[in-house]
């Protein structure tokens, strides 16, 4: 069944050694001298041909690249990290997200989450726990402050853990190099998150941006008496690192014809890489990497406030995938495993990984078409049993005289196959009701389910209109009723020009970064600064007003009050409900997006509000250290008033405006930006100071939403 090997040309042993040293996933296994030099497409080599000789020659290179980095497994074989090598299905999560806290009842929801999960694809195996960016850097809380803030402090986090423990559910942090110009830490980052980590329960950490986190978190784990499992977000550019990063993502899959392999898990077959692909809409190219390779998923869907939801016919991939790879998980670190195992139809693959008394092979198919009829040649020995493990069926061998045999099962389009070999006189446990599982798993063919991806619709909090005042209110100033073109964008880093990005508006029918509609509005009173410490304070001796989470709130007033010469500087540190219980207690109301837009902005399109041209005169000093300084006096800066006299717009503190939400996300469109620009990074939220700008602010509790750079004005309906 096989044919003669042809062993690559020196030429091409050259190159593909040199390669391997450098790039994620080794070259190829060439069948033609001078490949891959040829710009001839993939559909022209034939793997079989080269496959016995790639291993070969690349079995030899392991071998002396392990050599040459004095290679130790010894951190695979720790009993406290096994757990790693079975971290199939990852998830990286937005702490914000309202599955895992519900704002309403203020309390933590992981049941919720997590069922949502198993009923879409079979669940997760760990969690990423996301509390930093892309809000860090609104204010000069770091990291580690951002985490105690979250609802209940470490203590309300802890059990947030304890319950992903009690499904099963393994918990890494993340860990931000970057974060070095918001409030220090005083210790090192190591040191710090080893003992955040250990104060949490927490099991692993994501090492952001990080290409192999350094030895020295290993380290500082170890010596804090809390092991943990680190994962860098990219392959490492040190290969040695793989002794003590047990994990990593895996990015950029190609999508050619033929998959490669992967690098680190050649190198070091209990090392688990959970490919990260956080803006596909199509997996199916990362499944057929990942089933190839016997490695792992990460199943993100909220992407920093983005609802990215895998569609029906992934969901269900996933969780066929998972499901094998939770049966055999030995298997899939099995020290002998062979890529590009014999296959007798051409574009289809198969990698098998053999045990003492199973063998698996997986297999994918690349072909746009279904295959039938035999698909895999093994070689056959007395009373070994054959199973279709994708479709849960018994295999017939045809016998072939050479000690051979060839199995026979059906590969959908752009599908997955596997089989399972047991040898005379073993029993699997429970392999009946795994084939019973598989049966009911993958009753409906992959492509018949829909693959059509959908945004998420998203809503914005009405805000209900105040009792209609005649004249200003003292301290306001009347907008003239108007038509002026609402033309604004968000700021976000990340997300491209998506449909769901950043907010829907009532006349959009999704939300986009983009926004441009004409409109007329109607005539309106609206503060002439933003409320001050001396305005709130009122506020606060007259109502009582005290709020259920009050973490935070108020934070640089002293003993009640604010500080001695910060009456007229705008209160911060008020989350979005303390601005709205001030409003109504006022009779007021917080300012639509486009309301504060028109106030500011006036009908000729000027990108500041005083005009088009930028001059720092008219804003307070940026401040670029590691720590914050009180806002300017809300009349500092009479220069910068808009076209109608409305004053602070721009360059003070952020300003509050509207709420959205969807079904997984909760966000404020924040207006007008801040003095406060941390330095070292350009993933620290940005600022906003044009007025066809806005921020996009996510939100989860009081207590983490309120910030030392946030206030807000006030609205009254004109009559």
Known sequence: MSKPQRAPSPRLAEFQLSHARNGPHLPLPASAPGWPFQTIGQWRQEPNAGAAAWRRDFREWRQEHLTRMGYSGANYERPEFRWSQRNFVHAQMMIEDRYFYDPIAGRYTVDRYLDDLVARYGGIDSVLLWYVYPNCGIGDRNQFELAADLPGGLAGLKQAVADFHRRGVKVFIPTMPWDNGTHPAGVPDWEAVARLAKALGADGVNGDTYSGLPRAFLEAADAGGHPLVFEPEAVPLSDEALMWNLQSWGKLIPTEVIPPVSKLKWLEPRHMTNTENRWGRDRTNDFHYIFFNGTGYNAWENIWGVWNQFTPRDAAALHRIAHLYRQFPDLLVSADWEPYAHMLQPGAFASMFPGPELTLWTVVNRNEYDLAGEQLPVTHRAGRRYYDAWNGNALTPRLLPDGQAALAFPLESRGFGAVLAVESGASPAGLESFLARRRELTAAPLQSLSAQWRALPQQIVPIAPTKPAATAPAGMVTIPAGEFEFKVGGIEIEGFTWAGLDFQYPWENSARRAHLHRM????????????????????????????????????????????????????????????????????????????????????????????????????????????LLPPADVDAHPGGASPFGVMDLVGNVWQWTDEFTDEHTRAAALRGGSAYQPQTSHWYFPQAYQLDQHGKYLLMSPGKDRSGMLGFRCVVDAS
């Open 520 to 627: 007329t509005l109607k005539s309106f009173h609206i503060d002439r600064h933003p409320v001050t410490n001396a305005d709130f304070k009122k506020f606060i001796d007259a109502s009582g007003y005290r709020p259920k989470d009050d973490h935070h709130f108020l934070r640089d007033w002293k003993n009640g009050a604010p500080q001695t010469g910060w009456e007229k500087k705008p209160v911060t540190w008020v989350s979005l409900e303390d601005a709205r219980a001030y409003a109504a207690w006022a009779g007021k109301r917080l300012p639509h997006d486009w309301e504060w837009h028109y106030a500011a902005q006036g009908t000729d399109g000027r990108l500041y509000p005083w005009g088009d041209n930028w001059n720092a005169a008219h804003l307070p000093k940026p401040n670029q250290g590691r720590t």
